[in-house]
């Protein structure tokens, strides 16, 4: 048996591929953001913060690293409507994503903040600075610089799992790839094309990551 790729069926698609494409981009840069926004908050409140803040915190990573995503996203989008709170799609899909990449990242960078010379943060502390002062001014930027490359592969890993969203109808790259195949029956040609896409974007993004490290971290 043969099977005659035609690839040529997938250019009346072009515009949703796109559109799949271009959803799972913006899903991304959003919420590694804030992702990464919340894992700087968790890592300073597992580091300095209260005890109760860093109880907290290591529930929520360890809830976080301890399920499959796609369990968050079905809990999020089908789970909460039943304590009143309903989320679109797209909003399920940020929130999960963030969330998730929240709980990584919070280690990750916990673990860059105690690979910090002490006497870096003594330093700081001699000069009268808070405690908050010295994580911001003096351990953070030397964290990110020490565990960049890791956070790095964790975001391409979180846009890459993103992939899932597409089970609660977000319309990502997947959901495309899903409805082109549905409507053309050119399952490999629509699969294999939506592969080379995610494959393209990883290559850009750990490009684009290293480019923002070495800006941010010049030198090193």
Known sequence: MTYKLQFG??????????????????????STVAGVGL????AAARTFGPPWAGRVFVIYVEL?????????????????????????????????MTINLGAYSTEIIRAGVEAVPKGHIEAGVSLAMTKWEVFAHIILKQALQKIWPALSSQIIIVMLGSSVVSQISAEDLTYAANFVQSRNFRAFEAYFAVALAYLGLAIVMRAMLRGIGRLMFPGH
């Not at 069926?9 to 959003?30: A, D, K």
């Not at 690293?65 to 709170?85: D, E």
């Open 9 to 30: 069926e997938l250019l009346p698609y072009m515009g949703v591929l796109f559109e799949g494409l271009l959803f799972t981009v913006v899903l991304t840069l959003i």
């Open 39 to 42: 894992g700087i908050g968790g």
């Open 64 to 96: 976080i690293r301890n399920t499959p995503f796609i369990v968050q996203l079905f809990f999020i989008y089908f789970g909460l409507p039943a304590l009143g709170l309903k989320l679109s799609e797209s909003q399920a899909a940020f929130l999960a």
